[in-house]
């Protein structure tokens, strides 16, 4: 019975068996039996550290957006073979719920936990908060990403929970604010050493993102300025240097966990690997696109294909600073070795060794050197190589300083109360970049528009120059209903060696002419490739009418029918 149970129950009823029913033994070890746990403060403490583990926060993969791209592979996104079958999609659903039961069970026990455990008020009415919270953010990406889904919020029986179906994504979001709320009146702006639990700020900052998702302006507006009037976290000065492995609980960073090189809990060695240069003993099998490279505003603050300062055969002169933070410039060092992709720069000058060696980054030295020509440099550094191990420990970071102000920017903005708070978060942002206050306007460009479509396409721009390799682009597209725009033209990249070689030749290196560049702050790169200056790497599809939402997971519907599907799957 309980093989079978296991085998063929629902993620929900799942969840319902974690919570509820201890003869099946199906207890994480930060969970026991309700009959035998929650019966002191350090279990209670236990079982909330579980709902804080980063399984339960996933971070979307950057290679489901236009930002990054694996050389000719495509994904669940950008093949549009999203279905209800795919492992994320049920992964996500699972961990979800499961994250969601635990929290209800706690929920529970808490309730009257001031005679029952011996708890304070104020110790009770933290640990309700940091339970609320983790509760709060489930509800929260599960709309985001399935729409109407089951919301439950207390422990329910088996035979329950085969009658649940799905409740309107709106009603569950003011539940999801009120559980916000409840958490940012009775959590600490911090705790004493470095605990990785929901603070203040961090439910003030959570639930403006995801009223930003829902297109709550107002409630995102208003809770992010809430985090920012707090005045605990403050921009890094050093934009680079933020997201090194060695910057670890950044005063910029709200919610984050660490990973650690003595625990050997580091990222994934084939991902630092695919990240790093050939030169350096990588693979580059991951590299920026062109449009995130042609997304970068110029010096001027303008766009490449509105400035002037913008030259295509120098494309990293007088740009953002940003830009040669986060894609290596041509011609630089870069993991203590030039990077150069140009075909006929076959010796590049390696620092480490104080010697020319092969230049294995070009198509001249390499058939697998970068399709696009770019390597990522964005919290790369000699920690990735780390003696040829390619073991790192950078911080996860779920939550940071920056992405709030633009929040709080991007929220008044579709709100039309646009004043001069909207500027000076933006520009706070972005005068970060350049190394000044913000108020020091003759040293950046900095914003002073005022009309609502002008000041999205800037804030849009903005988040993408900013949050590059953070796994966020992927739900801007979404949220912004761009993704069947960007996600259905081909991803293109440089020539064959041959092909490559006249280009150059023809002094057309390393863009011909300069790329358009939308309202969105997108580029269009077809007409390099129509023009015969770019090879199509893959061909990327997204299916509008289904694809901004994911599909409930088969397994889920088959068990439960009162779930439905969601269009077109």
């Not at 930060?30 to 019966?39: K, R």
């Not at 605990?195 to 992010?224: F, P, Q, S, V």
Request: charged residues 25%.
């Amino acid at each position: 019975m309980k093989t079978r149970l296991k085998l063929f129950i629902s993620a929900i009823s799942a969840a319902v068996l974690c919570s509820s029913c201890a003869d099946l033994d199906l207890y994480p070890l930060d969970m026991g039996s309700s009959d035998t746990w929650y019966q002191t403060k350090s279990q209670i403490e236990m079982s909330i550290k579980g709902l804080y583990r980063p399984v339960f926060w996933p971070i979307d993969d950057v290679e489901w957006s236009d930002d990054t791209s694996p050389r000719e592979k495509l994904n669940i996104v950008t093949g549009g073979t999203l279905n209800p079958e795919s492992s994320e999609v049920s992964t996500r659903w699972q961990n979800a719920y499961k994250a969601i039961a635990r929290a209800n069970t706690l929920l529970e026990k808490l309730e009257n936990a001031e005679n029952t455990i011996g708890l304070t008020e104020e110790e009770a009415n933290l640990f309700r908060a940091q339970t609320r919270f983790a509760r709060a953010g489930q509800y929260g990406k599960l709309t985001a990403y399935y729409g109407d889904v089951v919301y439950v919020d207390k422990s329910i029986t088996i035979e329950e929970a085969f009658s649940y179906g799905r409740t309107d994504k709106d009603e569950i979001m003011q539940h999801v604010y009120e559980d916000f709320d409840f958490a940012a009146k009775y959590l600490p702006l911090s705790y004493d050493g470095e605990t990785e639990l929901a603070t203040k700020g961090a439910a003030y900052a959570l639930k403006a993102r995801y009223a930003l998702w829902n297109g709550d302006w107002d409630i995102a507006a208003e809770a992010a300025k809430a985090c920012m009037d707090l005045n605990v976290y403050s921009l890094h000065p050093d934009f680079a240097e933020l997201f090194l492995a060695s910057t670890h609980h950044a005063e910029e960073n709200i919610m984050s966990w660490p990973r650690s090189l003595e625990l050997d809990n580091t990222l994934s060695t084939n991902e630092a690997r695919d990240y790093c240069t050939r030169n350096r003993g990588g693979w580059v099998g991951r590299y920026p696109t062109w449009e995130l490279f042609c997304s970068f505003l110029c010096d001027d603050g303008k766009p490449i294909d509105e400035s002037r300062n913008f030259d295509p055969h120098n494309p990293f002169e007088h740009r953002d600073p940003r830009c040669a933070m986060t894609i290596a410039p041509f011609g630089e060092e870069h993991l203590g070795v030039v990077y150069d992709p140009n075909p006929y720069t076959t010796q590049v000058y390696n620092s480490l060794t104080n010697t020319y060696v092969e230049n294995l980054d070009c198509k001249s030295g390499s058939q697998y050197a970068s399709y696009s020509g770019l390597v990522r440099k964005k919290g790369i550094d000699e920690d990735w190589v780390n003696d040829n191990t390619f073991k790192v420990a950078p911080d996860i970071v779920y939550l940071r300083y920056a992405d709030v102000l633009l929040m709080y920017a991007e929220a008044k903005i579709e709100a039309n109360d646009i004043d001069q708070s909207v500027k000076d978060a933006i520009n706070k942002v972005r005068a970060r970049a350049y190394g000044c206050g913000y108020t020091e306007t003759s040293k950046y460009p900095a914003v002073t528009e005022d009309d609502q479509a002008k000041l999205r396409t800037i804030v849009r721009t903005e988040r993408r120059m900013e949050l590059a390799y953070e796994g966020w682009r992927y739900m801007d597209l979404i949220r912004w209903r761009i993704a069947d725009q960007v996600l259905n033209t081909p991803q293109y990249g440089l020539l064959d060696l041959e092909d490559l070689k006249k280009q150059i030749d023809a002094d057309k290196w390393f863009f011909p002419y300069t790329p358009e560049i939308d309202e969105n702050g997108t580029a269009n790169t077809t007409q390099l490739f129509n023009d015969g200056y770019a090879k199509k790497i893959v061909d990327r599809s997204f299916d509008a009418s289904k694809h901004y939402l994911w599909p409930i997971p088969s397994k889920e519907v088959i068990t439960n029918p009162n779930l439905g599907q969601n269009d077109n799957y």
